[in-house]
């Protein structure tokens, strides 16, 4: 089923955790929701989840309203950050758990839970004597995952899932929590801070920022199409300049990797002596000093000053300190007004 979001708001006394949220989320897709520490994206996912109540707006599964309906009767499931297994449990009682509570008979209960796990890559054959703490991290997410799809969830709700992890665990868990979801056509809703994980792995991405919402669109929207100053500088590593454009000062988001470096080209400056941007082969070229670099192993990375700015730029070359040209697809380059 969809899920849709109508004037939504919910406070914490006289401070909005979010505020006038309306979203269409797409069915049996997975929803990305991103954003900096506090922008409401935890408060968004528990309010849909009904461990939070709204104050204003309405929520939808499919056409059922289920803005005041229980967490229990809304059909949906939650991955928590810290796996939250009981640790005085066996892994097959902890994922067979919801399926008592449900009254399943125990030779179905047993089938879904072996099921389940074997979907999820956890070995079934000593289930019953091994607890939680007895497997990796990255093997406790699994059997959380586990324990929230044997219920057959219609929505599956994910806060932050892989954020206790390393590097390479996430990159696996990944991959194999969104195969999961699609092969079990659930529409799941998956916050995160960290917007890699988001673009890779969503059909939809929202973008918070102070319990609203910036920009939602699929992840190629938002990441070339950014509609706010805030969504152009928060996706990438980016970096912003303040600069004379057409005769009037305004802020360009500039990602490391989008721009290069050539050798020097007189630029033209205006009366003031403040650098006019010109447009050269669908490219903004800029004067600058190359200040520092980093060997980054497949590329370097150059501190570039321009007018007592700095921005990083990604090239395959060895250039020395001193004066260079920076060139930025104009397509790349993305301008708000001040």
């Not at 066996?90 to 179905?108: C, E, I, P, R, T």
């Not at 050798?263 to 669908?282: F, H, I, M």
Request: with cysteine; net charge neutral; hydrophobic share 35%.
């Amino acid at each position: 089923m969809g899920i849709t979001i109508q004037s939504l708001n919910k406070r914490y006394g006289k401070k909005r955790g979010i505020t006038d949220i309306n979203l269409a989320l797409p069915k049996g897709g997975l929803t990305a929701i991103v954003g900096p520490s506090g922008c409401g994206k935890t408060t968004l996912l528990r309010t849909l989840a009904g461990f939070l109540t709204a104050d204003e707006g309405r929520i939808l599964f499919g056409s059922q309203d289920v803005t005041h309906t229980s967490p229990q009767q809304r059909k949906a499931a939650m991955v928590f950050q810290h796996y939250a297994l009981w640790p005085h449990m066996s892994v097959f009682d902890n994922v067979a758990y919801g399926l008592k509570l449900q009254k399943v008979a125990k030779l179905d209960r047993e089938a879904r839970v072996h099921e389940v796990l074997e979907r999820v890559e956890i070995d079934t054959s000593d289930i019953a004597v091994r607890y939680p703490q007895q497997y990796s991290g990255g093997q406790q997410q699994r059997i959380a995952l586990a324990r929230a799809l044997v219920v057959q969830p219609e929505v599956l709700l994910l806060d932050e899932p892989l954020s206790n992890l390393d590097a390479k665990v996430r990159q696996r868990l990944r991959v194999g929590i969104r195969s999961i979801q699609q092969s079990f056509g659930i529409t799941a809703v998956y916050v995160t801070h960290d917007q890699e994980e988001a673009l890779s792995m969503a059909d939809y991405v929202i973008v918070m920022n102070e319990g609203r919402v910036e920009q939602a669109g699929t992840p190629e929207e938002i990441y070339r199409q950014p509609s706010t100053y805030f969504t152009a500088q928060f996706l990438g590593e980016s970096h912003t300049l303040t600069l004379h454009r057409q005769g009037t000062r305004q802020k360009v988001v500039i990602r490391s990797g989008d721009s290069f470096i050539e050798s020097n080209v007189e630029v033209q400056r205006d009366d003031e002596g403040k650098q006019q941007v010109r447009e050269e082969n669908g490219h903004y070229v800029l004067q600058g000093t190359i200040r520092h670099h980093l060997f980054m192993g497949s590329y370097y990375r150059y501190m570039v000053e321009i007018e007592s700015q700095h921005i990083f730029v990604d090239d395959d070359a060895l250039l020395q300190a001193g004066p260079c040209t920076v060139k930025i697809p104009c397509e790349k380059a993305y301008w708000f007004d001040i």
